[in-house]
């Protein structure tokens, strides 16, 4: 599974933590893999929203529940 830039960029940040809280190889790579699916996904839905064309993007905690 290639990594993207922002998990590369990222990789610093998660050694360090990794070194800081004496985590395991297992650990480290499960945060590594963990921060890219994330990123997927982020990114998933940023291109779907974009794909839609709705004419502005509003969350459910914006909306007017109460009427």
Known sequence: ???????????PELFR???????TYRELVQEIVCFEL???????IQKR???AKFPYHKTLTEFNLSD
């Open 17 to 23: 933590k990794a070194e800081q809280a004496s985590w």
């Open 1 to 11: 599974m290639p990594y993207s830039v922002e998990t590369a960029s990222e990789l």
């Open 49 to 51: 929203l974009k794909w």
């Open 38 to 44: 994330r990123k997927r996904e982020e990114k998933s």
